[in-house]
């Protein structure tokens, strides 16, 4: 189950809920797309636009949503109903300053929602629910893509306290800006490159979310496995109560062997829109280790920790051959841009 907690407060969660949609952005950003990726590219640092574009691009059409209203807690239950778009329509206070935005379509109304609280209430709950707990530490985005189990603890907790869920409120209606005044939410990697190397990490770490399970793309098939194979997958993913995060992490999943759903494998992965040195290699097994040991049973072999990089400088490549970490070994890959797409190329160490 993928899913996401979308951020709202006690004045924006009516209007989302009742016009079927969602969207995040900061008050001062531009309402043209095309400034929206160059203010970005010019001032990184301060317009942290395409870190946002990462996150909304995270989601599929189908998704799992919950609103989460501050200081009220999780409601639920809805699902993406669209590919995220650029639009600045004002609808109710939700206006321009939030003009990336997905569709959202209530799938279960529950009247109640679930206090935030209850997530830690059991020894269990909070080993489910780690993401969320480490992402309130380190400080939550907009989007947050939650692990498979969190969803299900709130599911369980919304059913829990209400029972049965209700008819709709009749004030819910879908979004009613016409398709024709959006604009797709893409990323143009000519313009975004040069000399087949991306300009920011976002823009790398937001195109590999974008076409992660891409069943078409041989090249990112290499790097992630078959595309049906994907359990879960998220960017920007806290790790520990530290201010660092995983910039990729992928579950897989397959029942044909087993005749059950088996979680087979975990994906770490680091990027690096540069050269890629020795201490990258390291921070990507102090990843992997946690990763082993948090989420993955301590079953070492199961996890693969992958980096990619535009290039490798020779003590990368050695740190990466001389890691006892598991037998998978560590993967090293380099891209570049070519045109629109991105082709991967398997570093033998």
């Known amino acids: ?14 209007v989302v809920r009742d016009n079927g949609f969602w969207g995040v952005g900061t008050k001062d950003i531009p309402q043209n797309y095309d400034q929206v990726i160059q203010e970005s590219m010019r001032y990184p640092k301060r317009k942290r636009y395409l870190g946002m574009i990462a996150d909304i691009l995270n989601t599929r059409v189908g998704d799992i949503a919950f609103l989460y209203e501050r200081r009220v807690g999780f409601h639920g239950i809805y699902k993406v109903k669209s590919e995220p778009f650029f639009d600045t329509t004002s609808i109710g206070c939700v206006d321009g300053k939030w003009p990336l935005r997905i569709e959202i379509e209530c799938l279960s109304y529950f009247p109640t929602p679930v206090p935030e609280d209850l997530l830690f209430s059991s020894k269990d709950y909070e080993s ?5 707990f480490y992402r309130k530490v380190q400080g939550p985005r907009g989007m947050n893509t939650v692990n498979p189990e969190t969803a299900e603890v ?3 907790l919304l059913v829990e306290l209400n029972g049965n869920a209700v008819d709709k409120p009749h004030t819910m209606k879908a979004y009613p800006v016409k398709k024709s005044k ?7 990697l000519s313009k975004l490159s040069r000399n087949g190397r991306v300009l920011l990490e976002d823009v ?22 078959p595309a049906e194979d994907i359990e879960w997958f998220a960017n920007n993913v806290p790790y520990y109560v530290t201010k660092k995060h995983m910039d990729i ?20 992965v680091e990027v690096k829109r540069d050269e890629a040195a020795d201490k990258d290699v390291s921070q990507l097994v102090n990843y992997s280790k946690w990763v082993a040991g948090r989420l993955a049973g301590g079953r070492i072999e199961s996890v693969q920790p992958t980096l990619i990089a535009f290039d490798f400088r020779e003590s990368a490549k050695t740190k990466a051959a001389n890691s006892d970490f598991s037998d998978r070994g560590v993967r090293l890959f ?13 570093i033998e160490l």
Do not use: Q
């Not at 489910?128 to 969320?132: A, D, L």
């Open 1 to 14: 189950m993928k899913a996401h907690v979308l951020m709202t407060d006690k004045d924006t969660f009516p």
């Open 128 to 132: 489910k629910c780690w993401g969320w």
């Open 154 to 156: 709130l599911v369980e």
């Open 182 to 188: 959006r604009r797709r939410i893409e990323l143009h």
């Open 204 to 225: 790398l770490r937001a195109w590999l979310v974008s076409h992660i399970d891409d069943r078409t793309c041989e090249s990112v098939r290499e790097v992630f496995g």
């Open 249 to 268: 992490l992928v579950y897989h999943k397959n029942a044909v062997y087993t005749g059950y759903p088996f979680r087979y494998k975990f994906t770490v």
């Open 334 to 346: 380099a891209y570049r841009v070519v045109g629109d797409d991105i082709k991967f190329e398997k």
